[in-house]
């Protein structure tokens, strides 16, 4: 079935620093793929999304291209701040299968200043 | 856009109990579902929920267990029955925007323990 494999965290950087966080997805025909954040003690929060081959999601300063040959969504940001620090989530919608997300296992990244 | 909201934002429940969540959107729409984020996990979906008609769960949940409402098209409730800890978990609504991108909105979650 399909599925989201991320990278494992946490992910601890210093402020200013560049961030990848890496996704690779399985999925039948055409998914859409998704960014979320969650912040401490509050919900998810769609970060960007990109919905066909070559799109390039972006949102506040964040970054994430869909590469269909590499099956792949990696973020990423050129200076992360301390108001980052979050767990970020990779997630698809594949029309095939239904409309349910199917989602990463998230990944924690700590920036400190 | 919609705002989502959810009550209670957090609960402390006695093993055996239930425990209703409530899904509020502040604008009409007509798929909404119920997921769980059991403690350091991703989310998992337990069911879809459409106005007027039953619940489609998830492997692995069962309305008995997880009994849900959508009474009209701005409002669900998701109920958690006879309570164990392995409930402990939050517990997030979202709606869908669209029907051709599955874009999904998250409400802030339910923090759900069971002592």
């Known amino acids: 079935g399909d599925s989201v494999t991320q990278m494992e965290g946490p992910v601890t950087l210093s402020e200013e620093a560049f961030l990848t966080i890496n996704c690779t997805y399985t999925a039948t025909g055409y998914p859409s793929l998704f960014w979320y954040v969650q912040y401490p003690g509050e919900g998810l929060q769609l970060l960007l999304k990109a919905t066909k081959a070559d799109d390039k999601g972006s949102n506040k300063g964040f970054e994430a291209t869909y590469r269909k040959e590499t099956t792949s969504f990696h973020l990423e940001k050129g200076s992360v701040q301390v108001s980052d620090s979050a767990v970020y989530f990779c997630?698809?919608?594949?029309?095939?299968?239904?409309?349910?997300?199917?989602f990463g296992k998230g990944t924690t990244l700590s920036v400190s200043s | 856009s919609a705002v989502i909201s959810q009550k209670p934002s957090r609960d402390i429940c006695q093993r055996g109990t239930s425990l209703t969540i409530q899904c509020q959107v502040d604008?009409?729409?007509?798929?909404m579902f119920w997921y769980r984020q059991q403690p350091g996990q991703s989310l998992t979906l337990i069911a879809t929920?459409?106005?007027?008609?039953?619940?489609?769960?998830e492997s692995g949940f069962v309305i008995d267990k997880f009994p849900i409402s959508r009474p009209n098209l701005t409002f669900s409730t998701l109920t958690v029955s006879n309570m164990s800890p392995e409930d402990s978990s939050i517990y997030l609504c979202?709606?869908?925007?669209?029907?051709?991108?599955?874009?999904?909105?998250f409400g802030p979650g339910t923090r759900l323990t069971v002592l």
């Open positions: 979202s709606f869908l925007r669209g029907t051709v991108y599955n874009e999904q909105f």
């Open positions: 604008s009409q729409v007509t798929m």
């Open positions: 929920a459409n106005q007027g008609s039953e619940a489609t769960y």
């Open positions: 997630a698809l919608s594949n029309a095939q299968a239904g409309t349910a997300l199917i």
